[in-house]
T-cell receptor, first 112, second 114 residues
Framework: DGGITQSPKYLFRKEGQNVTLSCEQN?????MYWYRQDPGQGLRLIYY???????QKGDIAEGYSVSREKKESFPLTVTSAQKNPTAFYLC???????????FGPGTRLTVL | GNSVTQMEGPVTLSEEAFLTINCTYTATGYPSLFWYVQYPGEGLQLLLKATKADDKGSNKGFEATYRKETTSFHLEKGSVQVSDSAVYFC?????????????FGKGTKLSVIP
């Protein structure tokens, strides 16, 4: 079955530690996205990528980093510079030039 | 810039009641409009979409009509079920450069009671 997988589903981190969230898709989509969801806040765009080895900052990129070494994979690193990292993180993908995005199941990150 | 405003929740309805969730938008050009649904603990699923004025998107008994004159895309369902309990997000994507990005409303939580 084609789709988007995110792992892990739940992640706990101590303050001051970096952590990497995985996002993989087998839909052959060129574009991939990372969003952050906070209660009552909707979704905010962190980073996006339209082609391998290229990515752009979204609205709230500070404290985050990404890489796009393969078309299928777009991992997100939450660094210690992110002041309030506890949130639900959603990955999405889309065909290039098509504005309909498909979402993964999400990773809930909690900083202890 | 683009923005989406949707009615604040939570909304609580009895089974078989009529549902309306209001959504208005601000955008330049001719955006595409979407409704996504999020069930507890899950990612978002596309519920319906409309790409031009007067288009009606529909799916699973839900409908929304793209009204350019009122910049609205209200979600409706004639008879809700307990299984419709979820958070609903209105979203838009712009036209031209930047059309690959989605702008979301804050979401409206719907609870349907038997």
């Amino acid at each position: 079955d084609g789709g988007i997988t995110q792992s892990p589903k739940y992640l706990f981190r101590k303050e001051g530690q970096n952590v990497t969230l995985s996002c993989e898709q087998n839909l052959n989509h060129d574009a991939m996205y990372w969003y952050r969801q906070d209660p009552g806040q909707g979704l905010r765009l962190i980073y996006y990528s339209q082609i391998v080895n290229d990515f752009q900052k979204g609205d709230i990129a500070e404290g985050y980093s990404v890489s796009r070494e393969k078309k299928e994979s777009f991992p997100l690193t939450v660094t210690s510079a992110q002041k309030n990292p506890t949130a639900f993180y959603l990955c999405a993908s889309a065909r290039l030039g098509v504005n309909e995005q498909f979402f993964g199941p999400g990773t809930r990150l909690t900083v202890l | 810039g683009n923005s989406v405003t949707q009615m604040e929740g939570p909304v609580t309805l009895s089974e078989e009641a009529f549902l309306t969730i209001n959504c208005t938008y601000t955008a330049t050009g001719y955006p595409s409009l979407f409704w996504y649904v999020q069930y507890p603990g899950e990612g978002l699923q596309l519920l319906l979409k409309a790409t031009k004025a007067d288009d009606k998107g529909s799916n699973k008994g839900f409908e929304a009509t793209y009204r350019k004159e009122t910049t609205s895309f209200h979600l409706e369902k004639g008879s809700v079920q307990v299984s419709d309990s979820a958070v609903y997000f209105c979203a838009l994507s712009g036209s031209g450069a930047g059309s690959y990005q989605l702008t979301f409303g804050k979401g409206t939580k719907l609870s349907v009671i038997p």
